[in-house]
Structure formats: C-alpha cells, structure tokens
C-alpha cells in the first residue's frame, strides 16, 4: 500500500510524531503476552481474539488457546468441538469457527504459514483487511497502516478531523494518515503504538493529554476540546421483537438446535425458536417452522416465563413454551446439552439465560415469570 505523496515540513514533522510515539511505546506499552513474540501464528491469534474483546479478557483465553493448539497444523487437524470449548466464554464464536477453517486452508494451500502476501491473507476465511493489515505488519515487517477505533480516534485528534468511522470520507481521510504517519523501518510496532495509545492515553471519554506523547502536534488539543473527536456514530434506534422459544427436556437434559432466527447466532447452540413482532405473530411462526423440520409440538399457547435480552439493536423477548419432540425427528437437526454442564458449551448468552430461568422455575410448575433486568417478578397472562 503507497503512501500519499508529502511536503518536506510534514515529513519533518511525521517524523518526529513517529520518533516520539515509537520511544513512548517502547518506554510504557503494557506487557502483553503477544508482544513477545512475531510468530505470525499467535499474532494472527492475538488479533482475531482481541476484536470486540477487551485485552484483559483476551490474555488468559490466548494463552489457554495456544496451550491447547501450540501450532496452526495442531489447531488445523483438532475437530471444531474442541476449538470451541476453548473459546468458550470469549463470544463471538464465529471467529473461532472461521480461525478454525482458515487453519486448514493454510495447511492446505499455503504450506502451513500464514501467507505473508496481503491478496493471499485474505482469501482466508475471517481475515479482512484489519487482520491481514495486523498480522502482516507485525509479524513480517510490511509496511500497511492498521485502522480500529482506538487508532482512527488518535488520527481525527491529532489533525482535528470532523466525522465517524461510519463515513466512507472520514475512513479514508484516517487511513490515509495513518499510512503517511507509519514507520517504514517498525510498520508492525508503530500499529501497536498507535492502539496502545488509543486505549490506554487517548481514551475514547476524556483523554490524559496531560501525559500524551503526541500532544506537541495534536490539533484537538490545542484547540481545546479533544473529546469531541470523532464524532459519535449515530446510533441505530432500538427494535423490540418477540422470539417464541421451544424448551424441549428430558430430565436434566435439553435439545438445542444451531443458528437462532432470521440468521442470527448461526454458530451457536440456541433452544429452536422463530422471531414475529408480536408474541402471538412469533408463536405461529415457531409452530411453522417447528412442523417445517419435523422437529417437536408445543404443549401450550400461553409461555411459562418471559426472558429479556438485548442483541445489538435488538430488545428480545423471548417467550419460553414446553414442547416435545415428534417422531422421526432427524438427528443431526439437534442435539442434547445437560443443564449443569452449559458453562463449557458452544452456547449463546441468549440460551443461558432461558436455561437458567428454566432450571429456577423447574420446582415451581404452576410459577410463571417473567425476567426484566436481574430482577425477576410473577408474568402477567398473554392474551390471545
Ligand atoms: Fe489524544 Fe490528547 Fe494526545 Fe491529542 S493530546 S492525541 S487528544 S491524548
């Protein structure tokens, strides 16, 4: 990737904001396992745990992780259960499942190393240009510029750029600079200095200026306010939907099926359940789909508990109804979970929740509820 053409003053001046960032990095970056390393393996590792997760969570899931799987040709011949398990806890499991199939194409077609071209980074599966960007400047010294939040936040305070990520004008507008501003001779070091700074100096609330290693050329600063770079990203209202969900048990035991509704949660465990913008409106849809896959009758109409989750925009209500499996039901369509061993499962936050509830309303057959918050109160009637 080439960088724009620059004036002699703003080289100067590049120049001296990377020389100050790279010895601010050097002298305070926090000691982070992956750092210690340029295996590309555990970078790539390191930079697909760490997104949408915070570092604290992600250092004893990566170490766990690469105790477990030591090697791409380890991770690549494990089967997906166990990569899972390992995962467990962290979210988002389709990155472990995209990890996982990307591991495979490496031993397949790449010789078993992460290849060290862009175009060929990305053609596996999960690695988009972030990824491709991280993994291939920090491990093999190629100078691409990263773009996440924490380092599009340090660009629009230092030049007081006006704008959001979600702006195509603004993205470029930050990348560009990131490209003009990397370091030719430390490309990989100069990314991590910059997100360090983003999270650790130029927080996104109010940023310690005071200790900021860049302040000297930091447009925001200067003019008084940095905290109001970037822009916020306008939010997306909330939608409410009903979700009517099967609970199928035997015992302590319970059926769940993968993927939600409408494609959400596709790499996890859910109860089998169908979305509608009314609770009577997601019933029948669950009913359909339920009689579509031969897969179980509900016994009643009215639910037994109602269970309040939110997915990004979406406020869920999920509306609990006991069912049973039909016969002929295929197997492979399901699978059973014991109730007390859910911690570990490929589970979605949305089934812990529902299963919890059951396991509480287990010993109180004629107690309904409904779950608001933490707080749990008696489920008034759905009409019909
Ligand atoms: Fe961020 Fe303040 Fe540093 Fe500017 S001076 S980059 S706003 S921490």
């Given at each position: 990737?080439?960088?724009?053409?620059?004036?002699?003053?703003?080289?100067?001046?590049?120049?001296?904001?990377?020389?100050?960032?790279?010895?601010?990095?050097?002298?305070?970056?926090?000691?982070?396992?992956?750092?210690?390393?340029?295996?590309?393996?555990?970078?790539w590792v390191s930079?697909?745990?760490?997104?949408?997760?915070?570092?604290?969570?992600?250092?004893p899931y990566y170490?766990?992780?690469?105790?477990?799987?030591?090697?791409?040709?380890?991770?690549?011949?494990?089967?997906?259960?166990?990569?899972?398990?390992?995962?467990?806890?962290?979210?988002?499991?389709?990155?472990?499942?995209?990890?996982?199939?990307?591991?495979?194409?490496?031993?397949?077609?790449?010789?078993?190393?992460?290849?060290?071209?862009?175009?060929?980074?990305?053609?596996?599966?999960?690695?988009?240009?972030?990824?491709?960007?991280?993994?291939?400047?920090?491990?093999?010294?190629?100078?691409?510029?990263?773009?996440?939040?924490?380092?599009?936040?340090?660009?629009?305070?230092?030049?007081?750029?006006?704008?959001?990520?979600?702006?195509?004008?603004?993205?470029?507008?930050?990348?560009?600079?990131?490209?003009?501003?990397?370091?030719?001779?430390?490309?990989?070091?100069?990314?991590?200095?910059?997100?360090?700074?983003?999270?650790?100096?130029?927080?996104?609330?109010?940023?310690?200026?005071?200790?900021?290693?860049?302040?000297?050329?930091?447009?925001?600063?200067?003019?008084?306010?940095?905290?109001?770079?970037?822009?916020?990203?306008?939010?997306?209202?909330?939608?409410?939907?009903?979700?009517?969900?099967?609970?199928?048990?035997?015992?302590?035991?319970?059926?769940?099926?993968?993927?939600?509704?409408?494609?959400?949660?596709?790499?996890?465990?859910?109860?089998?359940?169908?979305?509608?913008?009314?609770?009577?409106?997601?019933?029948?849809?669950?009913?359909?789909?339920?009689?579509?896959?031969?897969?179980?009758?509900?016994?009643?109409?009215?639910?037994?508990?109602?269970?309040?989750?939110?997915?990004?925009?979406?406020?869920?209500?999920?509306?609990?109804?006991?069912?049973?499996l039909r016969n002929?039901?295929?197997?492979?369509?399901?699978?059973?979970?014991?109730?007390?061993?859910?911690?570990?499962?490929?589970?979605?936050?949305?089934?812990?929740?529902?299963?919890?509830?059951?396991?509480?309303?287990?010993?109180?057959?004629?107690?309904?509820?409904?779950?608001?918050?933490?707080?749990?109160?008696?489920?008034?009637?759905?009409?019909?």
């Amino acid at each position: 990737m080439k960088a724009p053409a620059e004036s002699s003053a703003n080289k100067l001046q590049n120049g001296a904001i990377r020389r100050a960032l790279l010895n601010w990095h050097r002298a305070h970056a926090r000691d982070l396992p992956w750092r210690r390393t340029r295996d590309p393996y555990a970078v790539w590792v390191s930079e697909v745990m760490l997104q949408q997760t915070q570092v604290t969570t992600v250092v004893p899931y990566y170490e766990r992780f690469l105790r477990a799987f030591p090697t791409i040709e380890r991770l690549a011949r494990s089967p997906f259960e166990k990569v899972a398990k390992q995962w467990s806890g962290l979210g988002y499991y389709r990155r472990a499942r995209y990890l996982h199939s990307a591991a495979r194409k490496v031993m397949k077609d790449f010789g078993g190393q992460f290849p060290p071209e862009y175009s060929l980074a990305r053609q596996l599966p999960g690695v988009g240009h972030y990824t491709a960007c991280a993994v291939l400047s920090i491990a093999y010294n190629q100078p691409l510029a990263v773009m996440d939040g924490n380092a599009a936040r340090v660009m629009a305070r230092l030049a007081a750029l006006r704008g959001h990520l979600q702006q195509s004008r603004f993205r470029h507008a930050v990348e560009e600079m990131a490209q003009r501003l990397l370091s030719p001779r430390e490309p990989g070091l100069f990314n991590q200095a910059i997100m360090e700074l983003g999270q650790t100096v130029c927080l996104k609330g109010v940023p310690h200026c005071p200790i900021c290693p860049v302040r000297a050329w930091c447009h925001a600063w200067s003019q008084g306010q940095p905290e109001s770079y970037p822009q916020p990203r306008p939010r997306r209202p909330t939608e409410a939907r009903h979700l009517a969900t099967a609970v199928i048990r035997k015992g302590k035991r319970i059926v769940l099926t993968q993927g939600l509704d409408e494609g959400l949660l596709d790499d996890l465990w859910n109860f089998p359940a169908a979305f509608g913008s009314s609770p009577q409106e997601a019933f029948e849809n669950l009913q359909n789909k339920l009689m579509k896959e031969t897969l179980a009758a509900i016994h009643r109409r009215s639910p037994i508990a109602t269970v309040q989750h939110r997915i990004t925009y979406r406020l869920i209500y999920a509306e609990i109804y006991p069912a049973t499996l039909r016969n002929g039901t295929r197997a492979d369509a399901l699978r059973w979970f014991a109730l007390n061993e859910l911690d570990d499962a490929p589970i979605s936050q949305l089934t812990r929740k529902i299963a919890k509830v059951i396991q509480r309303t287990t010993n109180a057959p004629s107690q309904t509820w409904s779950r608001s918050g933490s707080a749990m109160r008696p489920l008034e009637p759905t009409p019909r």
